[in-house]
């Protein structure tokens, strides 16, 4: 079974939830980064940073074309 259509598909909706998501996975990497350092996996730690950083890129990308939009 299907999840039902979005009563929302503006494209501006969909890029306020991608920022969303990209910025929670920020936040939600923070732990995952102190679990592995506290377990001594400084290896598993460091890919967390690195999609941590791209996780963070893209919500300020995003957040920059959000704002360049609502000037339109």
Known sequence: ?????????DKNYNLIWAV???????????????DAERQGDEELA????????NNQKAGDQGKQMLMDRLRQ
């Open 1 to 9: 079974m299907s999840a039902p259509a979005s009563p929302v598909t």
């Open 46 to 53: 460091r890919w967390f940073r690195r999609i941590q950083e």
């Open 20 to 34: 969303q998501q990209s910025l929670e996975n920020v936040w939600q990497l923070e732990t995952y980064i102190k």
